[in-house]
């Protein structure tokens, strides 16, 4: 069953341009929990590798 939805493949200036905007979100993020006492610099890391691991 089709869901209909719109893809959009981005150019890459386009991907580099969202890549700069979610390294910044990801540093806010990593800094606003690490006051909490996470550490969020793992956190992120270890998605990342589960990410690149699904993605194969």
Not at 16 to 36: I, L, S
């Amino acid at each position: 069953m089709k869901a209909g939805n719109n893809i959009v493949a981005l150019d890459v200036a386009e991907t580099q341009r969202w890549r700069r905007t979610a390294a910044t979100v990801e540093t806010d993020w990593v800094n606003e929990v690490k006051g909490k006492g996470i550490d969020g610099a793992k956190l992120a890391s270890e998605a990342r590798a589960l990410i690149a691991k699904y993605s194969q």
